[in-house]
């Protein structure tokens, strides 16, 4: 659940589609949350990280689930070598080290973290922690930073606007084709031509949605499918189970999306 980047690691990889980079150090500056808004696999998460390693600050990445509780996030109590101990939770760590707290996906989490998160996010910067009676204050080093994504919300998956609201927030997309296709040569060696290729086909697949598909193909897809053929795997077969299997369970749309590539690739 709780993934740690060492303070003072070098940046990961990230290439801004726009001015995100200033937006989150001043917000950073400014001890201000973070909301970041996007599909899946747009670069979100590598964009956290990349940030707090830019930064110097180290990094608590939670992936939130259904079953992600309050408890998960602050900390509880454990028997430890026969003694009943409190250990923190991944939030609690980074208010008492200054660090960066990035909530991956938050929609997914249980109703009451947004409880939790309410006084972290307005002026008082404060975490209480009924169990044992602390309230710590966050230090100007603490960082809130939240992701979803906005295509899958529902009724039941969705922020209230007096959670949302205590957020600064940073819309992303997928990249523009010469961006992606820097991102898509780097990250996975493949030459230009077949890596322009497989953007031309994430391009028209990104089109369907809404009508075949119910999401995007990503450009961490896009990079796996372009990985696979520099390492040796045919173009046909990568784009089918990076590009389309990941996409649909339906035969009769997978055959459908097999054509488009087909006719797209010639």
Not at 71 to 87: F, M, N, P
Not at 203 to 222: A, F, N, P, Y
Request: overall charge negative.
């Amino acid at each position: 659940m709780d993934g740690t980047l060492i303070e003072g690691g070098a940046a990961p990889f990230y290439l801004p589609q726009g001015d995100e980079c200033d937006v989150f150090a001043a917000a950073h500056r400014a001890c201000l949350p973070l909301l970041l808004k996007g599909p899946t696999g747009c670069g979100k998460t590598r964009f956290v990280a990349h940030m707090a390693a830019r930064l110097g600050r180290a990094l608590h990445t939670v992936s939130c689930h259904d079953d992600l509780s309050a408890a998960d996030l602050i900390g509880r109590y454990l028997l430890k070598g026969g003694e009943t101990v409190w250990v923190d939770g991944p939030l609690t760590r980074a208010v008492r080290e200054g660090a960066i707290c990035y909530l991956d996906e938050v929609v997914e989490a249980r109703k009451d973290v947004a409880v939790v998160l309410h006084p972290l996010t307005d002026d008082r910067r404060i975490l209480p922690i009924d169990r044992t009676g602390e309230e710590l204050h966050a230090g100007p080093g603490f960082m809130l930073v939240a992701s979803y994504n906005p295509g899958y919300q529902n009724i039941l998956k969705t922020l209230k606007p007096s959670t949302r609201q205590r957020f600064v927030a940073l819309e992303f997309g997928f990249p523009s084709p010469m961006l992606e296709l820097s991102v898509v040569c780097r990250e996975s060696g493949l030459d230009e031509d077949r890596a322009r290729l497989l953007i031309r086909i994430a391009g028209k697949l990104r089109g369907l949605k809404g009508q075949d598909l119910d999401e995007g193909v990503s450009t961490r897809l896009v990079v796996y499918a372009a990985t696979l053929i520099a390492r040796g795997m045919g173009f046909d077969r990568a784009v089918e189970v990076a590009m389309i299997e990941p996409l649909t369970d339906e035969a009769d749309v997978k055959r459908g999306l097999a054509d488009l590539v087909a006719a797209l690739a010639g």
